[in-house]
């Protein structure tokens, strides 16, 4: 993939001038060192121009990690630490930032070796919040070395999906369908966000296609289409309008990015394309969100966010799936009911046309839309990728802006059931605990719209981490509670 960032976390440590700078050095010395046995030198880089004790401490080492390509920071507590110091090192870094500290090391030394920066994390949090200062603060921040190494390395995914949103760029291609304003995207967030967004009719794509006719790259990319599909490949005469699409699609990122590093793209797939362009794009869709670059359906522009951050944090493609349709009965008795720990009601069908992955398909196949080809001559509806998705853990997740331009986000882990879904379009039988209760209370109750994105993998708490970080209200960042923990708006008497 190579549409996501490479993250490099520089650590800086921190010393209180009352304490002895030893303590820190020695510590930190000992965490990278941990680092380095568990993870390897990838990814971290050991500041070695000072411990930050003041104010000019702090613009060296700044100047440092920012000479050795530093694009995340680590604020070590050594030792009690500089409150003012270390805090500014947030402040002026540009980045994710995250504060950890060290825990005493034995009962031996507790005198003359002895830190506090279990006390020194409570003024860090106290004057980052004083001062307005982001910065990610792990569920319990104090630890020995090879506890904080831990700290960094989930740090990491974290600190790529912040980096990546700070230079991304959305690329969006005509209106949502009629009866879409379910995917409403008040753009406001994005900007607060630090995203840019540049919304083009499909005409102009229309445009850029034609000019892409005879394009002598076309026969290469037929061959890549055919290699990846196999016997899947279902519908060989409609693979040179997909790779002059697709084409066109990357011509375009190539040409709009701007001074941005990263892109996702909001595509049109209906009503006009299918008759104009003379296929559908799912296919293509499917192997761009391959390549890294999320291509979200139907204009979703927040579904091609959420997509982009899910790819960041897992470094995999991911997918845009509706919440679709519920598991018949006699499916679930057969096939789940004796098999799993789930409830009827915590499954559903995950579906769309046709834009996952191959990768994550356990069979595909290239034909024709079927939904569409209701309507329509069944040869403009070709280029969907049919099959059912791998089983596995799967996070199915979203963040939305509201009509009122509110940040919003749920997170629920789950997994895709190995089961036959007997049904057509990239599709999987989903489970997820207590879906029904977070169907009514989450899904419903706070407005969200039908698509959701998926990550393979179970990456909820990186992702609930980014969401914090980025903005999103605690009491709007929702989750699939479990029994014990009802939900507000849950009746008790039910």
């Given at each position: 993939m190579n549409n996501l960032p490479e993250v490099k976390v520089g650590i800086v440590a921190v010393s209180r001038d009352c304490f002895p700078e030893s303590l820190s050095v020695d510590r930190r010395k000992a965490l990278v060192k941990a680092y380095a046995d568990k993870y390897g030198m990838d990814g971290i880089y050991e500041c070695p121009v000072c411990i930050v004790e003041s104010e000019i401490h702090m613009v060296q080492a700044l100047e440092d990690i920012k000479k050795a390509g530093c694009n995340a920071l680590c604020v070590y507590l050594g030792n009690f630490g500089p409150e003012i110091s270390e805090t500014l090192l947030a402040k002026h870094f540009d980045g994710p930032a995250m504060f950890i500290a060290a825990a005493e090391e034995t009962q031996?030394?507790?005198?003359?070796?002895?830190?506090?920066?279990?006390?020194?994390?409570?003024?860090?949090?106290?004057?980052?919040?004083?001062?307005?200062?982001?910065?990610?603060?792990?569920?319990?921040?104090?630890?020995?070395?090879?506890?904080?190494?831990?700290?960094?390395?989930?740090?990491?995914?974290?600190?790529?999906?912040?980096?990546?949103?700070?230079?991304?760029?959305?690329?969006?291609?005509?209106?949502?369908?009629?009866?879409?304003?379910?995917?409403?995207?008040?753009i406001k967030q994005l900007y607060n966000i630090g995203v840019e967004i540049e919304e083009n009719?499909?005409?102009?794509?229309?445009?850029?296609?034609?000019?892409?006719?005879?394009?002598?790259?076309?026969?290469?990319?037929?061959?890549?289409?055919?290699?990846?599909?196999?016997?899947?490949?279902?519908?060989?005469?409609?693979?040179?309008?997909?790779?002059?699409?697709?084409?066109?699609?990357?011509?375009?990122?190539?040409?709009?990015?701007?001074?941005?590093?990263?892109?996702?793209?909001?595509?049109?797939?209906?009503?006009?394309?299918?008759?104009?362009?003379?296929?559908?794009?799912?296919?293509?869709?499917?192997?761009?969100?391959?390549?890294?670059?999320?291509?979200?359906?139907?204009?979703?522009?927040?579904?091609?966010?959420?997509?982009?951050?899910?790819?960041?944090?897992?470094?995999?493609a991911v997918t845009l799936l509706d919440i679709n349709n519920t598991v018949p009965a006699d499916m679930y008795n057969e096939s789940i009911k004796e098999k799993f720990s789930y409830t009827h009601n915590d499954t559903f069908m995950g579906f769309h046309c046709g834009n996952t992955n191959t990768k994550k398909l356990s069979f595909c196949s290239m034909k024709y839309q079927m939904i569409m080809a209701r309507t329509l001559p069944e040869e403009v509806t070709q280029g969907t990728l049919e099959g059912d998705i791998i089983p596995g853990d799967i996070t199915f997740y979203r963040l939305q802006s509201t009509a009122d331009c509110k940040l919003r986000a749920y997170i629920a882990q789950g997994e895709v059931l190995p089961v036959a879904t007997k049904s057509f379009g990239s599709i999987g039988v989903f489970a997820i605990p207590e879906m029904q209760r977070f169907y009514r209370h989450v899904l419903i109750e706070k407005n969200y719209p039908h698509h959701g994105a998926v990550a393979f993998g179970h990456f909820g708490k990186a992702l609930f981490e980014v969401f914090k970080y980025i903005g999103v209200p605690v009491e709007d960042l929702n989750y699939n509670q479990p029994k014990s923990l009802p939900y507000p708006t849950e009746n008790p008497f039910a």
């Amino acid at each position: 993939m190579n549409n996501l960032p490479e993250v490099k976390v520089g650590i800086v440590a921190v010393s209180r001038d009352c304490f002895p700078e030893s303590l820190s050095v020695d510590r930190r010395k000992a965490l990278v060192k941990a680092y380095a046995d568990k993870y390897g030198m990838d990814g971290i880089y050991e500041c070695p121009v000072c411990i930050v004790e003041s104010e000019i401490h702090m613009v060296q080492a700044l100047e440092d990690i920012k000479k050795a390509g530093c694009n995340a920071l680590c604020v070590y507590l050594g030792n009690f630490g500089p409150e003012i110091s270390e805090t500014l090192l947030a402040k002026h870094f540009d980045g994710p930032a995250m504060f950890i500290a060290a825990a005493e090391e034995t009962q031996n030394n507790l005198v003359g070796g002895r830190g506090d920066a279990y006390c020194g994390m409570l003024n860090a949090s106290y004057n980052l919040k004083l001062r307005n200062i982001k910065a990610y603060i792990p569920e319990y921040p104090v630890g020995t070395a090879e506890e904080c190494a831990d700290m960094i390395h989930e740090f990491l995914p974290i600190a790529r999906a912040i980096v990546g949103l700070s230079d991304l760029k959305i690329i969006s291609f005509g209106p949502r369908p009629l009866n879409f304003l379910a995917c409403n995207a008040p753009i406001k967030q994005l900007y607060n966000i630090g995203v840019e967004i540049e919304e083009n009719s499909e005409l102009d794509l229309f445009e850029a296609f034609k000019k892409h006719e005879g394009d002598e790259r076309i026969p290469a990319k037929v061959k890549e289409m055919e290699a990846e599909l196999g016997e899947g490949n279902m519908k060989p005469e409609v693979l040179p309008k997909l790779a002059q699409y697709e084409l066109t699609l990357l011509d375009w990122v190539e040409a709009h990015r701007g001074y941005r590093k990263y892109v996702a793209i909001a595509g049109k797939c209906w009503p006009a394309f299918q008759t104009q362009f003379g296929f559908v794009p799912c296919y293509v869709n499917s192997r761009l969100t391959g390549m890294g670059i999320p291509v979200s359906c139907e204009v979703d522009i927040y579904g091609c966010l959420s997509e982009f951050i899910g790819t960041c944090v897992s470094q995999d493609a991911v997918t845009l799936l509706d919440i679709n349709n519920t598991v018949p009965a006699d499916m679930y008795n057969e096939s789940i009911k004796e098999k799993f720990s789930y409830t009827h009601n915590d499954t559903f069908m995950g579906f769309h046309c046709g834009n996952t992955n191959t990768k994550k398909l356990s069979f595909c196949s290239m034909k024709y839309q079927m939904i569409m080809a209701r309507t329509l001559p069944e040869e403009v509806t070709q280029g969907t990728l049919e099959g059912d998705i791998i089983p596995g853990d799967i996070t199915f997740y979203r963040l939305q802006s509201t009509a009122d331009c509110k940040l919003r986000a749920y997170i629920a882990q789950g997994e895709v059931l190995p089961v036959a879904t007997k049904s057509f379009g990239s599709i999987g039988v989903f489970a997820i605990p207590e879906m029904q209760r977070f169907y009514r209370h989450v899904l419903i109750e706070k407005n969200y719209p039908h698509h959701g994105a998926v990550a393979f993998g179970h990456f909820g708490k990186a992702l609930f981490e980014v969401f914090k970080y980025i903005g999103v209200p605690v009491e709007d960042l929702n989750y699939n509670q479990p029994k014990s923990l009802p939900y507000p708006t849950e009746n008790p008497f039910a």
